[in-house]
Each structure stands twice: as structure tokens, then as C-alpha cells.
């Protein structure tokens, strides 16, 4: 028996995963954190992760494309403690350039 005569099968189609709005996405799981109290300094909770199942590095292997978090961060995510969950959250929301949903952003004075 050669290569030629096994037979050919083509391989199943596969499903497509549908494109992430990254920003949205992330976003989104902002508001979620916030909704659950992730961000307030007396949650005693679990802060939840950032990740969004987009896992890859930039180009300069700078952050994740999806959370935003630089190496450092993700390692040491699995051992940070809420307030420094927090913190990591404030940074990789400044990289995305993406408002933090527990901060209100300050307005300017009208003068009368």
C-alpha cells in the first residue's frame, strides 16, 4: 500500500468562532464587576476575572488582547487579593482606554 491509495476524507467543517467586539466585551465585564460589588474597597467577595476568552498577546507580547493585562498581571492573578484584583482592574481598564464603571468621572464647574 502507498500514500496514493489511501482514500482522501475531507476534514468536517468547523465552526467559525463569530467575531468579539474586544472593548464591548470587556466593558461588559466591567459592568458586571460593578454590578456585583467587585469594585467597592469593603467587597469581601471574589473579584471576577477580566478575561474574556480572547487569549493572545500583542505583537510586543505588551498585554493580552482580550483583558487588556500585561504577563505580570495574569500571573499573579490567581493569588492577588481583592484590593489587588482592583488594582489590576484600574490599570488594564487605563491600557484599553476604557472608563472604570465605578469611577465617575469629575465635571467642570459652569460659572453663573
Known amino acids: 500500500m ?4 489511501i482514500p482522501v476524507v475531507a476534514a468536517p ?9 474586544i ?10 464587576v460593578a454590578a456585583e460589588g467587585g469594585f467597592a474597597a469593603d467587597f469581601d467577595g471574589v473579584v471576577t476575572s477580566p478575561c474574556i476568552s480572547v487569549c493572545r498577546m500583542t505583537a510586543d ?4 488582547q482580550g483583558c487588556f493585562r500585561t504577563l505580570d498581571e495574569l500571573r499573579a492573578w490567581g493569588k ?9 482592574w484600574v490599570q488594564l481598564l487605563a491600557r ?17
Open 13 to 21: 467543517a468547523v465552526a467559525e468562532k463569530p467575531l468579539i467586539d
Open 23 to 32: 472593548p464591548v466585551a470587556l466593558a461588559q465585564r466591567a459592568a458586571q
Open 80 to 88: 492577588a487579593d481583592a484590593d489587588q484584583r482592583r488594582a489590576i
Open 61 to 64: 507580547r505588551s498585554h493580552c
Open 96 to 112: 484599553a482606554g476604557l472608563p472604570h464603571p465605578g469611577h465617575v468621572a469629575p465635571t467642570l464647574a459652569r460659572s453663573a
Open 2 to 5: 502507498t500514500l496514493s491509495d
